[in-house]
């Protein structure tokens, strides 16, 4: 057996934590889950769900990873026994469905920031052959194949040597990015009127709508990379000492703010250049067609701020997409002894296949997506249940062993035990309600 590697620092791990989280999720599906009715209402609830419900999840997870050293597939057995194995599978069956179809957007991705860079952008009349040559034919495979082989060199380069590298140079890149993008997309003359119908659009109702609850729960799931097991592989490479809730913050902290200032860049641009309704037409819609034929009508200026966004997304991307792939790569490592090559070539050639239905039909991509939410959400739920009830003991020892306050450490676990798992039962259920109710009625 190699010696397990380790994080070079606990910056590395931080970043490495979060350049998981920022991904497609903030830049394009936050702005588009955001424009589905919510409104202020839909961030309220998204911010409250990050910092009451899934925060204490987080760390309840990152212990499980480092008090057991274990790969996803094994800490929940190491910890709570056989019984509870399902939760391993759930974590890795989930990972492998996200990135077969994350996969597939990154393709579009890749595609856009190339057609932006040699070909320039589309006018509002070529918008429609822009979308047929994005989604569909020979180069959507392409993609998808691009961006899995690459995430697969980067997992097979390990923890020190690939994805903490990874991370520390393109996350400080992409925070940079980012700001410069939205303050560039305040001054257009559009940015209030985007920032009205993204922040301030409110309206009570809208928090009880069950489909504005879904949408919330499972953005906030989603962008945290929550309940599938990553915090778990990657917090089992950190280091004792490293004080978790401190960083669980951090990484949510940053999470949210490119969530959001994503929202402040796409809104601005859409309101100036093409008006309300456009950003809420359809998934694909929102970011890779709304945005470059937008910014079309700004000549070079356009051109380089598509270029800009569509590589920074990329980028994003990548560092997401390796940690989905390090869970089943870990889990293999881990559970049949296979060396990180073997691992790496088998779990992506499998998740390859499994994203081909995504890849030929926008509608089976979008179904992927609602549905997978629904696993990060069970998985969540089976986190506070192990920590909080089941194995208390070591999740407090853990938690006392890197000095983090005891205050802190006593807020953290009754939120654990009592406020995440009922509030994440609650947002299942209405989840679950709201998906079936169209077929219902
Ligand atoms: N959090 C990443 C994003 O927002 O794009 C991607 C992601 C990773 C989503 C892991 C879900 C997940 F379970």
Not at 139 to 154: D, E, I, P, R, Y
Request: hydrophobic content about 55%.
């Amino acid at each position: 057996m190699e010696a397990r590697e380790q994080w070079r620092s606990s910056l590395g791990f931080m970043l490495a934590a979060a350049g998981s989280a920022v991904g497609l999720g903030n830049l394009w599906g936050f702005p588009y889950t955001a424009s589905q009715g919510g409104g202020a209402a839909f961030l309220l609830l998204y911010v409250l769900v990050v910092l009451v419900v899934c925060l204490p999840v987080l760390v309840a997870e990152m212990v499980l990873g480092r008090s057991t050293e274990s790969s996803p597939l094994i800490a929940p057995i190491k910890i709570g026994g056989r019984l509870w194995q399902p939760m391993g599978w759930i974590f890795v069956i989930a990972s492998c469905g996200i990135l077969a179809f994350y996969a597939v957007v990154m393709g579009w991705t890749a595609d856009t920031f190339f057609h932006s860079l040699f070909l320039g952008l589309p006018k509002p009349e070529e918008a429609g052959a822009f979308v047929t040559s994005l989604s569909t034919g020979s180069s959507v495979f392409l993609g998808q194949l691009l961006s899995l082989v690459l995430t697969a060199v980067v997992v097979s380069a390990g923890v020190r040597g690939g994805i903490e590298k990874l991370a520390k140079w393109s996350m400080p890149l992409l925070f940079g990015l980012i700001v410069i993008l939205s303050i560039w997309a305040a001054t257009l003359p559009g940015a209030w009127a985007g920032y009205k119908e993204f922040l301030l659009d409110w309206n009570l109702d809208e928090l009880f709508n069950p489909k504005t609850i879904r949408l919330a729960f499972g953005q906030a799931f989603f962008s945290l990379s929550l309940g599938i097991g990553i915090m778990v592989a990657y917090a089992s490479y950190s280091n004792k000492k490293s004080q978790l809730p401190k960083e669980a913050l951090v990484i949510s902290g940053m999470d949210t703010i490119v969530g959001i200032l994503a929202g402040m860049i796409t809104f601005p641009i859409v309101m100036t250049f093409l008006g309300q309704g456009e950003i809420q037409k359809s998934f694909v819609q929102t970011l890779f067609i709304s945005l470059p034929t937008g910014l079309n009508s700004l000549g070079l200026t356009g051109q380089i701020v598509a270029v800009l966004f569509f590589g920074l997304a990329f980028i994003a991307a990548l560092t997401s997409a390796v940690s989905l792939l390090e869970v089943p790569v870990s889990s293999l490592i881990d559970r049949f002894g296979w060396n990180r090559n073997q691992a790496v070539i088998f779990s992506t050639s499998l998740i390859f296949l499994i994203g081909i239905p995504a890849a030929l039909s926008d509608k089976i991509l979008e179904d992927m997506d609602t549905y997978t939410k629904l696993f990060l959400q069970l998985g969540g739920f089976l986190i506070c249940i192990l920590m909080g009830w089941f194995s208390t003991r070591k999740y407090d020892e853990d938690l006392a062993g890197c000095n983090s306050k005891i205050r802190v450490r006593r807020y953290l676990k009754f939120m654990l035990r009592w406020v995440s798992p009922i509030a994440i039962g609650v947002g299942l259920y209405v989840s679950v309600f709201d998906l079936v109710k169209p077929a219902v009625t």
